[in-house]
Structures are given as C-alpha cells and as structure tokens.
C-alpha cells in the first residue's frame, strides 16, 4: 500500500455561544457572511492510498498557515507506506527542523497527517485506533463542559455532567466562589486563566492560593507557557492542582513540564501537539511522574475529538476529555457519525480505524474568511483598566485590594 494523495479541507467554523463557551472576552465578536461570528477554523486532511483505503485527520495550530504547509509536506511522503508511521514522522519532523522550532505550523501539520495514518492503518487492519494503541482501559470517556455563570453550570449538572471549567481572568476568585455555591461540592471545577497576558507569577501565585479553599480539579495556564521557572514559583507556593501545555508540541515542548514536575495535569492539544504517535510518548512520559493526562480541544474540530477518545482510552493517566457542549450547530454536521454525550460520557468509537468521515461538501459550504483576532474585548476586564489598545504580552493586575478579595 503506498500513498498517492494528500488533499485538505479548511472551513471557518462558527463560534460557540459565549454562555457556554470559558472565556471572558469572546471568542466570536468578528462577524463574517453566512451569519458567522469568530475567527475559529478547522483544518481536516485526507491521506489517499492505491488500495482505495483513505485515512482522515486534523489540523490545529494556525489552520490557514497549516494548510501550505501540509502542501510543502506532500512530496515527502508520495509512494510511501502509510503504515510505517513512525519513520513518517521522524522524516517529516527532519525535513522541516532547518525552519527553526516545530511549533505549532509544523506541529500542526504533521499533527493531521499522522492521525490520518493511524486511521489508515486502523482500517487496513479492521481494528479502532485504540487496539492498535495497547487496548481499551475503559469503554466511555468522562468529559467537563463549560460555564461561566451558575445558571449555565446548573444546565451542565442537570444532564448530567460532572465536571466544568470556567475562564478568564477578569474576577476570577468569586467566579469560583459563585459556581461553588450552585453545583456544590460533587461537581468538579476547574479554571482556565489563559496565560499571557493577564497575570505575572507573582500575581497567578496569589490567585491560585485564593483559590485553594474550593478544591479545584485544576487551574489552567496560570501564566506564560514560556516562563517555566514561574510555574515553579507557583508551584513552590500554592498548593493547587496546576494544568498546562496546550501551546507546546511534541514531546520536546511538553518535557520540562513535566520531568520538572511543573504540572499535575498536562494538556497536548489533540491538534497540534504531533499527532497520536506523540501524544501516547507525552502520555507515557507524564505517567511516570504520576501526572495525568486531559488533551486539549476547546477550540478543535470533531475529528481530533475522535483521535483524543481513541486516546484516552488507552492511556493509564487519561483523566478527562474537554468538551464544548453547546457548540456551533454546523458541528454535528462536518463528521459522519458525529459522537454525543450521554450522562456526562462518551462511548469509546469501535468502528475500524478513527471511525469517522468528513463530510466534504458540508465543509465546502463554509469557505475560511479570517483566522486570527485580539482574544477578549475591552468590557471583558481582563487587562487592567485603560490598557486594553495597548495588547501586552505581559501585565500586572492594578487595583489589587479588589482583584484579591479576601476568602
């Protein structure tokens, strides 16, 4: 079997409402034709084989970039067999090292491609992914939904769901406190305070020890993922469980996190963090630091969803899928079949290979208009008053006698 194609398919996805969706800014203030807001894309690739066997993946990252990527990747990989996936991966990882760093295009590309071939060789062998992966260590998926406010987090509750992370920055503490109150304490919380450019460590440090009182399953992204030494520094000065890693890729981005034991929970995302083969090696290498695994998709597509429940349910330390349960309504309609909740869970797919096809023409309805935006607005709040036009990377929190309330 070799391969004679590599096609891709971009469309600009709608954004989920901002009830459900764990920002304070929005995700979905830009407004395009077709009634779209945000500036969220999805990226799927299709590698074709001569036996008619055809494998589906996706791309995350900077999807429009991506794409020409995936372009300059293709002669590579022509008359290979799409079976030998690691020796793939380690000639797509070679063939772009003199660019500089992998990040998140490269990353993200080879990401696509090698989730395709895991599909592809999961067909040709009629067994899911998760066979090929070591087996099944459960048969449904736990995963947290999305609420900012406690009228969303009761919906979440009412169905069933058992977990929830809010977001942003802007007040963070009695956000906490207010969800806290309406679920109670069954329910799991987490919160995702996003990274730059809200909080320095010494002000995440504070944050996260106000935060101690309500028993959180994590806090996400505290500060800058480049400043590992202020993870350590939170680390060294609170006691909350600390998540990270969804802007790193491969195994070599997410290492230090994780061998400095920076982190209780790592988070690849399922779209650009190098593809399956790296995302068990990640799995592999937390496990062994008894840290457990979420893979990121707050933003992704139903493709990588599907690539990440083959995951977890191989992996040891696969604690929690996340996902956006109000989405953009054309979701449902991009995959065939597309995976649904029940109770809180999803059942692990057991159909050959990833278990899912794109719809090509759905996609085709929905042509890319934008791929990038400032990630909050001004009334979000989470730069500090005044500041919002001037987009920092970096920033204390001003007005700290409010910011911190007293527990």
């Known amino acids: 079997m070799k391969i004679v194609d590599i096609k891709t398919f971009l469309m600009h996805a709608g954004a989920p409402s901002l009830k459900s969706w764990a920002s304070d800014g929005s995700f979905g203030t830009q407004h395009f034709s077709k009634n779209l807001t945000g500036s969220r894309n999805w990226l799927f690739v299709k590698v074709v084989t001569d036996e008619g066997i055809t494998g589906i993946g996706e791309c995350s990252g900077w999807p429009r970039v991506i794409r020409t990527a995936i372009e300059d990747l293709k002669p590579l990989l022509l008359g290979e067999d799409p079976t030998h996936i690691e020796r793939l991966w380690q000639k797509m990882q070679i063939a772009i090292m003199g660019h500089g760093m992998t990040g998140v295009v490269g990353a993200g590309a080879m990401t696509g491609i090698d989730m395709a071939l895991w599909d592809i060789k999961g067909k040709a062998l009629n067994t899911p992914v998760w066979n090929l992966l070591g087996g099944k260590l459960r048969d449904k998926i736990r995963i947290y939904g999305h609420a900012n406010t406690p009228e969303t987090a009761l919906s979440l509750k009412q169905r069933g769901i058992t977990a929830l992370k809010c977001g942003g920055v802007s007040d963070p ?56 030494d202020g993870y350590a520094r939170i680390r060294d000065h609170s006691s909350v469980t600390l998540a990270a890693g969804e802007r790193m890729a491969t195994i070599f981005g997410e290492r230090e996190l994780i061998e400095r034991d920076l982190i209780d929970v790592v988070q690849p995302d399922t779209g650009r963090a190098g593809g399956i083969t790296q995302m068990k090696k990640i799995a592999a290498m937390a496990e062994a630091h008894h840290i457990m695994l979420a893979p990121h998709s707050g933003s992704l597509g139903p493709v990588a969803e599907y690539a990440a429940l083959h995951l977890l ?25 597309h995976p649904v909740s029940r109770d809180g869970y999803i059942d692990v797919p057991d159909r050959p290979g990833l278990g899912v096809e794109i719809d090509e023409d759905f996609i085709a309805q929905w042509p890319s208009e934008m791929n990038v935006s400032i990630p909050v607005t001004e009334a979000a709040g989470s730069y500090a008053e005044g500041s919002f036009r001037e987009h920092v990377y970096v920033q204390t929190r001003w007005k700290r006698g409010v910011y911190f309330p007293e527990n």
């Open 173 to 228: 503490v009695r956000k906490v406190a207010a969800l806290r109150e309406a679920v109670g304490a069954e329910m799991d919380i987490a919160i995702d305070l996003h990274g730059p450019p809200w909080l320095t460590p010494a002000d995440a440090t504070q944050v996260c020890r106000a935060l101690e009182p309500y028993r959180m399953m994590w806090v996400e992204d505290p500060i800058a993922p480049d400043n590992l």
């Open 313 to 337: 349910a191989s992996c040891p330390n696969g604690l929690v899928l996340e996902r956006i349960e109000d989405d953009w309504d054309g979701r449902a309609k991009t995959v065939i079949p």
